[in-house]
């Protein structure tokens, strides 16, 4: 007797708003850790991203979670998720902030627009002050065991950033204070 076949999983519902795009959208889980709203605790979530370039230039993200929904449009993936952490990490909007634990967010990694990291923009390069970088990260991959010490307030990873340009060329940025 023949064992019956499953029914394939349901398509992912996605948001009205990636109805639009001229490509189809990504969607996938991601590590959040912050505050409970019900219990105070903190603890680690899986939330949901769900990005979408709209046109040739432009990506829309929203990152779904305990907080409610999160958007950001912008022209790279790195970019809306900046964008997006700027909000879930201000102690205006949340105390303490919330994390998105993706290798995006860590302190040694920026999307400088090489061309492993053109658009989408859905790669970065990892920038350790003092060598080249020949290292990129998907951006919303979830950080591994070992780089969860990596990983980095935007303030901490703009610093990185800035001290990485500065030691190739001095004056870079030098209206930004460290």
């Known amino acids: 007797m023949r064992q019956p076949v499953a029914a394939p999983a349901p398509a992912e519902e996605l948001p009205e708003w990636t109805k639009d795009g001229e490509f189809p959208p990504i969607s996938r889980n991601l590590p959040l850790y912050g505050k409970d709203p019900a219990s105070g605790k903190h603890q680690l979530w899986v939330g949901r991203v769900v990005w979408q370039a709209v046109t040739a230039t432009e990506i829309k993200m929203a990152i779904y979670g305990p907080f409610g929904r999160k958007m950001a449009v912008s022209d790279s993936v790195f970019r809306a998720l900046f964008q997006i952490r700027n909000e879930l990490e201000s102690v205006e909007n949340y105390d303490p902030p919330w994390r998105v634990l993706v290798q995006g967010a860590r302190k040694d990694v920026w999307h400088v627009g090489h061309i492993v ?62």
Do not use: H
Not at 140 to 145: R, W
């Open 117 to 178: 990291s053109r658009f989408p923009g859905d790669r970065a390069e990892i920038l350790e002050v003092g060598r080249k970088a020949t290292e990129s990260v998907d951006v919303l991959a979830m950080l591994d065991a070992e780089d969860t010490p990596k990983w980095g307030l935007l303030e901490e990873q703009m610093k990185n950033c800035l001290e990485y340009f500065r030691t190739l060329e001095p004056g870079f940025a030098a209206e930004i204070p460290l």
